[in-house]
């Protein structure tokens, strides 16, 4: 089936600095990439829709200009958490869709996810 | 706006007991439906879905239907393993809007003890 890679899976950073996870589609090409926000014991919440080659669309209540997101290949997207704070600790997950199965009936495949931790 | 609402768990069975998880909905237009399951330290996985009413979802022994009148899509298996231990989710796709957009429930944690 078809895999979808995040790296790093883990990273801890001090307050302040900028931390960036990838998310790659390893073997289908996916126009759509959509990020997550999962709290323990929680829910996934989703930060925002990336389509290759445009903008992000941001969920509200989202800071774009804090959680800045690049879909620059159809294979590839970014999220970069900029002057990362310890609330913005948690566990990212990224999805990607799959080309071919487009329409209604998406089906969006998971990254393992990256737990970020913020001291 | 369009939600999922699951059982709260965590839910602890024994081997070959039968399972329940209990998934609501709330949706403008003609929602899919979805179950998927998140095994530790792993990514979400799709588990199952169905994309209109009185479909039946089923994979792995588990299955779900979706029940417009009651707006339920309630996850079932007749015999649980240990393997089965994980995180489900129950989610929602708008049909209507095309964006691929997942709401999903909260999720409910699954102990299954031999």
């Known amino acids: 089936g078809a895999v979808v890679s995040q790296h790093p899976s883990r990273v801890i950073c001090k307050s302040g600095t900028s931390v960036k996870i990838e998310c790659r589609s390893l073997?289908?090409?996916?126009?759509?990439m959509f990020w997550y926000r999962q709290f323990p014991k929680q829910s996934l919440m989703l930060m925002a829709t990336?389509?290759?080659?445009?903008?992000?669309?941001?969920e509200q209540g989202v800071e774009k200009d804090k959680f800045l997101i690049n879909h620059a290949s159809l294979t590839l997207s970014t999220l970069t958490v900029t002057s990362a704070h310890p609330e913005d600790s948690s566990f990212y997950i990224c999805?990607?869709?799959?080309?071919?199965?487009?329409?209604?009936?998406?089906?969006?495949?998971f990254g393992p996810g990256t737990r970020l931790t913020v001291l | 706006g369009d939600s999922v609402t699951q059982m709260e768990g965590p839910v602890t069975l024994s081997e070959e007991a039968f399972l329940t998880i209990n998934c609501t909905y709330t949706?403008?237009?003609?929602?899919?439906l979805f179950w998927y399951v998140q095994y530790p330290g792993e990514g979400l996985q799709l588990l199952l879905k169905?994309?209109?009413?009185?479909d039946k979802g089923s994979n792995k022994g588990f299955e779900a239907t979706y029940r417009k009148e009651t707006t339920s899509f309630h996850l079932e298996k007749g015999s649980v393993q240990v393997s089965d231990s994980a995180v489900y989710f129950c989610?929602?796709?708008?049909?209507?809007?095309?964006?691929?957009?997942?709401?999903f429930g909260q999720g409910t944690t699954l102990q299954v003890k031999p």
């Open positions: 990336s389509n290759e080659g445009s903008k992000a669309t941001y």
């Open positions: 169905a994309t209109k009413a009185d």
């Open positions: 989610a929602l796709s708008d049909g209507s809007s095309n964006t691929g957009k997942l709401i």
């Open positions: 949706a403008t237009g003609y929602p899919s």
């Open positions: 999805s990607a869709r799959d080309w071919a199965s487009g329409g209604p009936y998406n089906e969006q495949f």
């Open positions: 073997d289908f090409q996916a126009t759509t």
